[in-house]
């Protein structure tokens, strides 16, 4: 995770964009934190407990690439899955958006169809009338209407069985 604007090509990306995108992988902190205001410390400090939550999965579970950044697409979105299907992470993100149409649905992979899984957000919205707790089959056959508006936008949920 680094500055913005980036040092190489000048892009500015928001916080949580980069910080949702280095949690995909091994979330490190390369950014000059003397520069950074009360506001982005604890937005790290939100970021960072989130993170310590789903580290195992995302470093040791299953990766589906739920939607390729490849063929001129505005977004991509990536899921890790527990090896139990006890916990699932969706990251969702919106590169650049040219028309201002909605994001497509995201659907999930890998969940255990007949449990129950609770969505918590790590950041980001879902479209009011999703469910906040729901069977994997659900969320794998109706997927996720993520609100993402502008460039360099992201949003990240967690989703944990709380029943078989």
Do not use: C
């Not at 980069?18 to 979330?27: A, E, K, T």
């Not at 899921?79 to 919106?94: H, M, N, R, T």
């Amino acid at each position: 995770m680094t500055d913005s604007p980036n040092w190489y090509n000048q892009r500015v990306t928001s916080l949580p964009y980069r910080f949702l995108s280095s949690m995909q992988g091994s979330l490190g902190i390369g950014a000059n934190l003397n520069n950074w205001s009360a506001k982005d410390l604890a937005v790290a400090k939100e970021m960072i407990a989130a993170y310590k939550s789903v580290r195992e999965v995302v470093q040791q579970g299953s990766l589906y690439r739920l939607v390729s950044p490849r063929d001129k697409s505005e977004m991509s979105a990536t899921e890790s899955v527990a090896e139990d299907k006890s916990i699932a992470v969706a990251f969702v993100f919106l590169h650049s958006q040219q028309m201002r149409y909605p994001a497509p649905r995201v659907f999930l992979q890998g969940l255990d169809r007949n449990a129950i899984y609770k969505m918590r957000p790590i950041y980001g919205h879902l479209l009011d009338d999703e469910p906040k707790t729901a069977s994997g089959a659900y969320w794998m056959g109706n997927g996720l209407s993520v609100i993402l508006g502008g460039d360099y936008n992201a949003a990240g949920f967690i989703f944990e069985r709380v029943s078989k």
